[in-house]
């Protein structure tokens, strides 16, 4: 059974930085793409970025393209999300989702496992 836990969420001003991480479990990643996602009440689900558990390339969106970093450690099993230069419009609802395919994909529904998510509000 797959698990992702969430933490690291929390209220920010703007311009400040936080790290998600997301603690996975129930089996091995290395054939697995882990991906951050977000989403605002009444919005749909937002890409946020991408990682390919082996090999570690990574696909971002282009709102937080050079802002935010996702990496991953292969021996705690554990996703990050590093978070800098955060705006008001960062904020959401953040969750954590594994994907068992090598091939790296923007859409939620590709994506089998998710987390219970996390909370980033950034304040103006």
């Known amino acids: 059974q797959v698990q992702l836990v969430e933490s690291g969420g929390g209220l920010v001003q703007s311009g400040g930085s936080l790290r998600l991480s997301c603690a996975a479990s129930?089996?091995?990643?290395?054939?697995?793409?882990m991906g951050w996602f977000r989403q605002v009440p009444g919005k749909e689900r937002e890409f946020v970025a991408a990682?390919?558990?082996?090999?570690?390339?990574?696909y971002y969106a282009d709102s937080v393209k050079g802002r935010f970093t996702i990496s991953r450690d292969n021996a705690k099993n554990t996703l990050y999300l590093q978070m800098n230069s955060l705006k008001p419009e960062d904020t959401a609802v953040y969750y954590c989702?594994?994907?068992?395919?090598?091939?790296?994909?923007?859409?939620?529904?590709?994506?089998?496992?998710w987390g219970q998510g996390t909370q980033v509000t950034v304040s103006s």
């Open positions: 990682i390919r558990w082996i090999g570690g390339t990574t």
């Open positions: 129930g089996r091995t990643f290395s054939e697995y793409v």
């Open positions: 989702a594994a994907r068992p395919h090598y091939k790296i994909s923007t859409n939620g529904h590709e994506y089998d496992y």
